[in-house]
T-cell receptor
Framework: DTAVSQTPKYLVTQMGNDKSIKCEQN?????MYWYKQDSKKFLKIMFS???????INETVPNRFSPKSPDKAHLNLHINSLELGDSAVYFC??????????????FGSGTRLTVV | GESVGLHLPTLSVQEGDNSIINCAYS??????FIWYKQESGKGPQFIID?????DKRQGQRVTVLLNKTVKHLSLQIAATQPGDSAVYFC???????????FGTGTRLTVIP
C-alpha cells in the first residue's frame, strides 16, 4: 500500500491548457503539502492544508489552486499552463502541522512538462 | 570525497570510501535540521535529523554534524555503497514554522 500516492506520475501538456494533479494519503495524517522541484532540484513549498484548512500559501501565481475535499486528499489545479510550470510536483503529508520532520512522508512526484 | 554545499552540487566517490556532504543555512532561528535522500524517480526520504542543542548525531553509517557558529551542517556517510547514489538535501525548520525549508541538493555518485 502506497502511503502517499500522486496521479498522474507523468503529465505532458500544451501551453494554455488546464490540468489537475491528485494526491491521496492513507496514513491518517492531518496535514498535506505541495512542493515544487525545479530542474536544478530545488524544492520549494507551495501550499499546505491542515485538516482541509489552508495554512500555507506561498507566493505562487493564482493560476495554481489547491483543493482539499477531505484531509486524506489534496489536489492541485493549474490554469493556463506556462512553460515555466514544467517541474516535478511533490505531495507530502505529516501527522500535524508542526510535526517533527521525520514525520513527513513524500509521494513519488508528478513530472509536469509543458510544451 | 567532500562537496562544498551550494557551489558544488555533484560529488563522486569510490565505493567503500567515506562521503561528506555539506550544507550552509542562513536562518539563525532554525533549530531543527534534517537530511533527506532522494533517489531517481522518488520523493525525498528522511535519513537523519539533529536539533540545535546538539552538535553531532549518529545513525547507521551516517553522522550529522551541526556547527551553529558558522551555520553549517554536514552529512557523513561511512563506507559509501552504490545504493547511496542519490541527491541529498538538507532542510531546516524552526519552532512555530509549518513547513520545511530545503537547501540546494547535492548529487552523490558512487563509483563501483
Amino acid at each position: 500500500d502506497t502511503a502517499v500516492s500522486q496521479t498522474p506520475k507523468y503529465l505532458v501538456t500544451q501551453m494554455g491548457n488546464d490540468k489537475s494533479i491528485k494526491c491521496e494519503q492513507n496514513l491518517g495524517h492531518d496535514t498535506m503539502y505541495w512542493y515544487k522541484q525545479d530542474s536544478k532540484k530545488f524544492l520549494k513549498i507551495m501550499f499546505s492544508y491542515n485538516n482541509k484548512e489552508l495554512i500555507i500559501n506561498e507566493t505562487v501565481p493564482n493560476r495554481f489552486s489547491p483543493k482539499s475535499p477531505d484531509k486524506a486528499h489534496l489536489n492541485l489545479h493549474i490554469n493556463s499552463l506556462e512553460l515555466g510550470d514544467s517541474a516535478v510536483y511533490f505531495c507530502a503529508s505529516s501527522p500535524k502541522a508542526r510535526t517533527a520532520p521525520d514525520g513527513y512522508t513524500f509521494g513519488s512526484g508528478t513530472r509536469l512538462t509543458v510544451v | 570525497g567532500e562537496s562544498v554545499g551550494l557551489h558544488l552540487p555533484t560529488l563522486s566517490v569510490q565505493e567503500g570510501d567515506n562521503s561528506i556532504i555539506n550544507c550552509a543555512y542562513s536562518n539563525s532561528a532554525s533549530d531543527y535540521f534534517i537530511w533527506y535522500k532522494q533517489e531517481s524517480g522518488k520523493g525525498p526520504q528522511f535519513i537523519i535529523d539533529i536539533r540545535s542543542n546538539m552538535d553531532k548525531r549518529q545513525g547507521q553509517r551516517v553522522t550529522v554534524l551541526l556547527n551553529k557558529t558558522v551555520k553549517h551542517l554536514s552529512l557523513q556517510i561511512a563506507a559509501t555503497q552504490p545504493g547511496d547514489s542519490a541527491v541529498y538535501f538538507c532542510a531546516e525548520t524552526f519552532h512555530g514554522a509549518n513547513n520545511l525549508f530545503f537547501g540546494t541538493g547535492t548529487r552523490l555518485t558512487v563509483i563501483p
